[in-house]
């Protein structure tokens, strides 16, 4: 078996003196999907945010390739593959579509291969190229989760970290982006998916990670999951 | 008619400067939502740099031009120096700090700056060198001279670059990213501290071409120049709408407008009993209005409150 892409061992986060992650421990497959499920406030996107050097870690290590990553200033982390597409889409409001998808692709400098990418980017999400003129704030809710899910891919990276991509759209929506979750993954892409909707997430991912209160309770394959009656019983509504 | 047309001419000149020295301000309010109030001592600096280097190749035989030239050459990398270091030492240790914090030590820079200037040029007032063209031309009774052309050219065609910048490179695109939100811009490898440190950079560069027109079209530098100069371009910012580029220079413009034909007409409306002296009087007048009026300014869009 491949070497993990991804290993977090014992990462802990405190806001204050408020413990919201204990020490867990997971890992990343090359080429799997991921899912990290748990209610709100559970330390998801608290974990996302440790990754992606958003914020700083209490403790633990956290190995990309073989390598600690967990001291590295932010910036740094898009040149080493890694791409965080954050919870509340983050585009920029006040730049085009096509502006905020090369600002993707901010630290490659291999100009026709950039172009190229736009235009996969476009084949991927035609909405998008309908609107590649326009101000990215006045696109709508599900269209701004495409484009930062765009942006993200321009960076060309080995590991893409999603952050609620449902959160606040509409369901047609949710099931259009998770389409494109899909599409992306089956192309071979590496991606952890922090989701409160279990189902959706468990449905396109290969394993899963049940957080609780700032701990991994209970892993296993996603199919098993979806299976599992505690599971059933806590996330999907069953 | 011709008085009318005389104070236009005057107001483009000032306009086109208060305009580069309020792009400053704006620049740096756009991207730390910083009020720089050490800005118009940066330009000063740039006044007195430039003026004695200009002094010192005035009796060189040199063209006036190419003097004027090495002048700026010598005053850019000082400005661009000073705004670096400015930005390093005083306000990159407070980023997080409450907004006030930043603000005082942007008037104690200000300080500091004025006194240093004060050691290094003395209490009097120094004249520039009468190195580039004052000839005047005459058109419609209003006079205009090559050095005033020079003044608007050159400043237009700087606004027209950062413009250029801005908006149609990779740089501009990450520094407007970085305006808009830095966490996420860290987020897509931009190095928002660098990004910063350019600003202050460019913004500085502009100062400096700023001190060497101001001194030229008046033809002298003091170490005191800096605050009055740098209120106005302030208010000029204000009016325009600060963080607004566009703003800032149409600010600029409308402020050097409104200053000299308020100038130029106040002794008819008040039957001569206040004269041209008040010229001051009307840069803050205007930032009354506008702050009690229109505080987004005349181009800006709502100023969010930042965190």
């Known amino acids: 078996m491949a070497e993990p892409l991804l290993i977090v061992e014992g990462l802990r986060i405190a806001y204050g003196g408020i413990q919201a992650v204990k020490g867990i421990t997971f890992h990343v497959d090359p080429g799997e999907t991921v899912a990290l499920i748990g209610a709100n406030g559970a330390g998801k996107t608290s974990t996302l945010k440790a990754l992606a050097r958003q914020l700083d870690a209490a403790g633990g290590s956290v190995r990309y390739q073989g390598r600690e990553i967990s001291a590295l200033a932010p910036h740094e982390l898009v040149g080493q593959g890694i791409a965080l597409v954050p919870e509340g889409r983050g585009v920029f409001a006040r730049l085009t579509v096509t502006e905020n998808l090369e600002m993707g692709a901010y630290c490659r400098h291999d100009k026709a291969e950039i172009a190229d990418d736009l235009e996969r980017i476009f084949a991927l999400l035609p909405r998008l190229k309908e609107r590649h003129g326009q101000l990215a704030g006045t696109l709508s809710g599900g269209e701004q989760q495409m484009l930062a899910m765009g942006r993200a891919l321009m960076s060309r990276p080995r590991l893409l970290l999603l952050d609620e991509p449902s959160m606040g759209l509409a369901p047609i929506m949710v099931q259009k982006v998770f389409e494109v979750v899909q599409e992306v993954a089956s192309q071979g892409m590496t991606i952890l998916l922090v989701e409160q909707n279990a189902r959706l997430a468990l449905q396109v991912s290969r394993r899963g990670y049940v957080m609780e209160s700032g701990d991994i309770t209970l892993t296993d394959a996603a199919g098993t999951l979806l299976d599992n009656p505690r599971v059933k019983a806590a996330y999907l509504g069953e | ?307």
């Open chain 2, 1 to 307: 008619m011709d008085i009318f047309l005389q104070q236009i001419i005057n107001g483009l000149v000032l306009g086109s400067i208060y305009a580069l020295v309020a792009l400053g301000y704006t620049m740096v309010y756009g991207i730390l939502g910083l009020i720089n109030f050490a800005h118009g001592e940066v330009v000063m600096i740039g006044a007195l740099t430039a003026l004695t280097v200009v002094k010192l190749l005035a009796g060189s035989g040199l063209p006036g031009p190419v003097i004027a030239l090495i002048g700026l050459m010598a005053a850019a990398p000082v400005c661009m120096a000073i705004g670096y270091g400015i930005e390093k030492i005083a306000y990159r240790p407070l980023r997080k700090a409450p907004r006030l914090a930043p603000l005082i030590t942007a008037i104690g820079v200000s300080i500091v700056l004025q006194n240093l200037a004060m050691m290094v040029w003395g209490r009097s007032y120094h004249s520039f060198p009468a190195v580039l063209p004052a000839e005047a031309h005459e058109v419609l009774g209003a006079t205009f001279t090559d050095l005033q052309v020079i003044i608007v050219l050159v400043a237009a065609g700087m606004m027209a670059g950062l413009l250029l910048l801005i908006n149609r490179t990779r740089l501009g695109r990450a520094m407007r990213a970085t305006a808009e939100n830095p966490a996420i811009a860290q987020l897509m490898g931009v190095n928002v501290n660098h990004i910063i440190s350019l600003t202050f950079v460019i913004g500085s560069a502009l100062a400096a071409v700023a001190g060497l027109m101001v001194s030229a079209n008046y033809s002298i530098a003091h170490y005191y120049m800096g605050f009055i100069l740098g209120l106005k371009a302030f208010t000029a910012a204000v009016l325009g709408g600060i963080g607004n580029l566009a703003g800032a220079m149409i600010g600029g413009i409308l402020l050097g407008l409104i200053e000299s034909l308020g100038a130029g007409y106040i002794g008819d409306i008040t039957g001569g009993f206040l004269g041209s002296h008040y010229q001051d009087v009307f840069a803050f007048f205007v930032l009354i209005l506008v702050l009690v009026f229109r505080p987004s300014g005349l181009v800006g869009e709502k100023v969010a409150e930042r965190a």
